[in-house]
């Protein structure tokens, strides 16, 4: 955080990519940090859409996206969580219990990267070169020419990289 205004890191991923992994080996050397989980903000599972005959749980419409933007507002603005969630005792949470049914992946997390992300590729390519003059226009910082089985130690290193020198660029 800078002064008592926050730095909000985003960080983004395919189902089970370590997304959650990173989030907290990152929250373990910055103070006063914490982690605001997208799972938090899953329509119920009656408004989800169905894709090839499964739940598509990985979809912009499973999100409640205003509920996350206007938690986020509320963040950037206090470096806090609202009072009414920092007054629960906490979330019980079905994490590790998820298993993905047969074809979940092939299915409906890869498809719907492939469409949520193509914009930020060469060609469209998700596998291939990042359009730097996008990304830096929107100021998205990526770990370039890593590839779908980045190293966790390596992304780990980059990112603590990357969020120390966005918060010497605050001062």
Same mark, same amino acid.
């Given at each position: ?9 985003? +960080? &983004?991923? #395919? &189902?089970?990519? /370590? ?9 373990? +050397?910055?103070?006063?940090?914490? +982690? ?16 090839? /005959?499964?739940?598509?749980?990985? #979809? ?42 047969? /074809? ?23 596998? /291939? ?33 990357? +969020? ?8």
């Amino acid at each position: 955080m800078t002064g008592d205004r926050a730095l909000i890191v985003a +960080i &983004s991923g #395919c &189902s089970s990519s /370590g997304k959650t992994t990173l989030a907290r080996l990152l929250r373990d +050397i910055f103070p006063n940090t914490f +982690i605001l989980h997208e799972d938090d903000f899953y329509r119920p599972e009656a408004e989800l859409p169905m894709r090839d /005959g499964l739940l598509d749980w990985d #979809c912009p419409e499973a999100i409640d996206i205003t509920g996350m933007a206007d938690s986020l507002a509320y963040i950037r603005q206090h470096a806090s969580f609202p009072a009414r969630r920092e007054a629960r005792d906490g979330y019980v949470t079905l994490e590790g219990f998820w298993a993905d049914p047969p /074809g979940y992946v092939d299915k409906i997390v890869w498809p719907n990267y492939v469409e949520q992300h193509a914009w930020m590729f060469q060609g469209g390519d998700v596998e /291939g070169e990042f359009k730097m003059d996008v990304l830096e226009k929107e100021r998205i910082k990526v770990q370039d020419k890593v590839g779908v089985d980045g190293d966790i130690e390596k992304t780990f290193e980059w990112t603590v990289d990357t +969020i120390l020198d966005e918060l010497k660029r605050q001062i």
